[in-house]
């Protein structure tokens, strides 16, 4: 069987995330989304990172100003990523 391997580049700038698909060729930012409803604030985005099933992924997270907190709160994951 046939190991899908997927490389996903993360790095952390004031008020966003640009995550990059080096082997698919893609990248997108990621802004934070302001949701007043139900008092959250600060953890919603406007675009999703996708990890595909049956994948295995490497992440590589790095920062261009400050250290950054990244997360996945539903899978207990928290990376700090430093310039």
């Known amino acids: 069987m046939k190991m899908n ?9 004031q008020w966003f995330w640009n995550y990059e698909y080096p082997n698919l060729k893609k990248n997108f930012n990621s802004y934070l989304l302001i949701n007043n409803n139900f008092n959250f604030f600060m953890i919603e985005t406007d675009n999703h990172m996708i990890i595909p099933f049956n994948y295995q992924i490497m ?9 950054h907190s990244w997360t996945i709160p539903s899978m207990n994951i928290k990376m700090d990523c430093i310039p």
């Open 5 to 13: 391997n997927l490389n996903i580049k993360i790095l952390g700038n």
């Open 59 to 67: 992440l590589t997270l790095s920062s261009l100003d400050v250290i």
